[in-house]
């Protein structure tokens, strides 16, 4: 993973980054096999290695596959990566005091999830726990999620079907006598 | 050792900072959207590696099973992956459309290109 | 990509098996790993698939422009039509016990019920966001 990340961040082949994007994806999702969440690898496996690898590249076949070189001066990558170092070594300094790995005393088992494991297959019927807790007790969650989707889909269509319906009037002013 | 049963959170840091550092160095909008994948990705394992129980398995009930880990961050995080994927579908269409407007998806040759109306 | 033979004959003999597969994820999500979402995103690659394949306006007549987007809009009111009808009969909103007289039985069939209702939605978001790039000329 880290050798894809450094690829990614050095690349400036757009869809070699766009690829290894996808590479990386699977990756994360061979880790949260590993980490017991196989809903969650399944669907990173599906969404983040196959759909979001071909939303990307259909964007890149709109654009440009190509990175232009930075015309920054070296003292802005250095100060960037001032903060980004900064900022890492907060984060690992405030991860001292979380619970270790897989500790099951950790605050975070605390609350609800016992319950949910407890009495979720009696109460509703379903052993997969995950989608117990997704469709039923979290239903109401889970109804703004699809809504957020529903919002993005009606999004992306409106950012295209606009400019389409937007452009007729002033295509003779420009915009649309380069279309290949 | 103590400090070592933490690698999980250093990871996860490593991850987070890369995506974050492209993200603000980077002034191309398809690598940004790249880098906030990254950046997003790392937050997610951040969530199920809470949500790990040493000697656990996934949290589908079956016979002679004790321990399961967290399905809470299981949850939150199925979701979460999908919004993303349809989070960033706007990003790209945005900046396919701005590619149209401007001809150019730099953050630098962006900047000033604005008609002045 | 339609001129290769072999990528032609592949992808119609897998479409078939990512969509059994897709239902079976739909349908088995509460037994095993799956759900909506999941097989929301594989129905969609099914015919992102097709697309990639036999062109994006081939694909289009396969799901017209208005079965996606109705899909889009169905599957949130399967859901949320799956609430006012727990709250017509009785119950609170979502509470998917008071859809039978079992509550277990009523939670079983109001969580199939809302999983469909999201895999139908993810599925089609998904397929309206790939035919909008993928329809999409190049400019500048």
Redesign the interface.
Known sequence: MAATIFMVVRLRNLFAVVMLGGIYSLLAAALLVVLDAVDVAFTEAAVGAGISTVLALGALSLTTSQEKEPSRRPLYTLAVLFVVSVTGAALIFGSLDMPLFGDPAAPIHGHVADTYLAEGQAATGVPNIVTAVLASYRGFDTLGEVMVIFTAGIGVLLAFASAQAGRKPDDEVGGGEDDE | MEAFGLYNYWIVIFLMMSGFYVVIARGNLVKKLVGLNIFQASVFVFYISMGKVAGGTAPIIAEGVETYSNPLPHVLILTAIVVGVATTALGLSLVVRINEEYGTVEEEELAGKDPAE | MSHHLVVRVIAKFLIPFIMLFGLY?QFH???????G??A???F??AF?LYA?VFGVETARKVVPDWVV?TG??L??LI??GT?IVSLLKGGNY?D?SALKAD???G??I??LV??L??GI??A???T???F???G?????
């Not at chain 3, 999500?29 to 759900?35: E, H, M, S």
């Open positions: 994820v999500g509460d037994f095993g790993p799956g759900g979402f999941q929301g995103v594989i969609a690659s992102i990639l987007r889009i809009a599957g949130g859901f949320g609430g979502l998917y509550p277990v039985a939670q079983h109001g969580i809302i999983e209702g999201v939605t993810v089609s978001v998904m309206a966001i790939f909008a790039f993928a999409r000329q190049r400019k500048g």
